[in-house]
């Protein structure tokens, strides 16, 4: 039984540039005779025919291409069947960085140095969003 094609359009909640970056890890996959899925509601990718990968292992074949925005973090995590476990993670930047330097230093479990992570993207992202609102309405007035 053949694995369908994987289709980056079916990955939603991280915007055209997670799209972008979903096709990348899938040529990445793929140029290593891996497959890709994407689960909608858990939004997290499996590696089908990861299972004899080591994380650091394939975190080198994701490492090949370059990304915007969205990068590939692969977990600690597998399937029923032992293959990889991938999320996407927002590209830090240097407005982030000190959330998550104080994450690590306030020594908080992995869920919570997410959550903060994920407070971090949606305030940065909001922030970026304002801007833009700012601009167009300036824009309009002139």
């Known amino acids: 039984m053949s694995t369908p094609a994987f289709d980056p359009t079916h990955v939603t909640g991280y915007g055209t540039t997670g799209q972008v970056t979903a096709m990348k890890m899938n040529e990445a996959a793929t140029s290593h005779s891996l ?11 499996t590696v089908l025919g990861s299972s004899y990968l080591s994380k650091e292992a394939l975190e080198k074949i994701f490492a090949k291409k ?7 973090q692969v977990l ?7 293959n990889r476990v991938v999320r996407l ?5 240097s407005t982030e960085e000190p959330y998550r330097t104080a994450a ?3 020594g908080l479990t992995p869920m919570e140095k997410e959550d903060i992570a994920t407070e971090s993207e949606i305030l940065n992202r ?8 700012k601009h167009r309405l300036q824009e309009q007035q002139e």
């Open 35 to 45: 497959g890709l899925t994407y689960n909608t509601d858990s939004k997290r990718f």
């Open 66 to 72: 370059n990304y915007d925005g969205w990068q590939p």
């Open 76 to 82: 600690d995590e597998t399937d029923s069947f032992g």
């Open 89 to 93: 993670a927002d590209v830090i930047s």
């Open 104 to 106: 690590n230093t306030l």
């Open 126 to 133: 909001n922030a970026e969003l304002i801007k833009r609102i």
